[in-house]
Structures are given as structure tokens and as C-alpha cells.
């Protein structure tokens, strides 16, 4: 079991996004979705993409998961929207943890929930449009 935290761990950058978090939801008509598992602790996420031309111009997620799971997950959406799909992929959760001006160590597989469920995402548009080709 995740030890328990103090508030004061936190960065506030993350306790701000965990408080408001940016782009949650859903997105219905989404080019790709990604739906991921935490397997350390059973948090579940998902993505929407929109995706036009290479580049995502749209991003909502959704996740039954912790508060860092969310901070990390709104941090990477606005890091992912307007970029190619390539640049999206190279996003690593440790690139998301230090815009968010770090997590405590114990956190830091929460931040892969995002990461992963970006991938599962864009794979899912890769097939659909390799399908639809
Ligand atoms: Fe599950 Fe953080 S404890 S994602």
C-alpha cells in the first residue's frame, strides 16, 4: 500500500492541477481513444485525440485513478495539444513530473497513466487510419 502523504509533498503545481484540472471529459467523436491500467494499483484511465493533419488539436481524458494521477494527466494534455504525433510520443512521464515541478518518489508510477494512455490513444488513431487508408 502507497504510504500516506502530507499535502505539503506536493509541488503546488501539482495540487493546482489536481484541483482544477485542465481538459477532462470526453471527447465523442475523438480520432483516437486510449484506455490504460495502472497495474501497481489498479487506477484506470482514458483519452480522447482529436487529430488533424499529424497533430493533435484536441485532448480530454478521464480516469478513476489518484490525485497525481490527475495532475499528471491534465499536465500532459496541455502538453500534447498542438503538437505532432511524434512530439506527443516523446513526452515521458518524467518530462510531465518535472512541469509539474516534481512528485514525491512513492507517486511517480501514477505519472505512466497519462504517458500509456497518450500511446494506447495514438495507436488507436494509427490503426483506424491505416484501416480507413
Ligand atoms: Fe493509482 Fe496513483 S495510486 S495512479
Not at 1 to 13: C, I, V, W
Not at 28 to 46: E, F, R, S, T
Not at 101 to 106: D, M, Q
Amino acid at each position: 500500500m502507497t504510504p500516506l502523504l502530507r499535502m505539503e509533498e506536493y509541488s503546488q503545481k501539482v495540487m493546482d492541477h489536481f484541483m482544477n484540472p485542465r481538459n477532462v471529459g470526453e471527447i465523442p467523436d475523438a480520432d483516437g481513444i486510449g484506455q490504460v491500467g495502472n497495474p501497481v494499483c489498479g487506477d484506470i484511465m482514458k483519452m480522447y485525440l482529436k487529430i488533424k493533419d499529424n497533430v493533435i488539436t484536441d485532448v480530454k481524458f478521464k480516469t478513476f485513478g489518484c490525485g497525481a494521477a490527475i495532475a499528471t494527466s491534465s499536465m500532459a494534455t496541455e502538453l500534447i495539444i498542438g503538437k505532432t504525433l511524434e512530439e506527443a510520443l516523446e513526452i515521458s512521464n518524467k518530462t510531465v513530473a518535472q512541469a509539474l515541478n516534481g512528485l514525491p518518489p512513492v507517486k511517480m508510477h501514477c505519472s505512466n497513466l497519462a504517458q500509456q494512455a497518450i500511446k494506447a490513444a495514438i495507436d488507436d488513431y494509427k490503426k483506424k487510419h491505416e484501416a480507413s487508408k
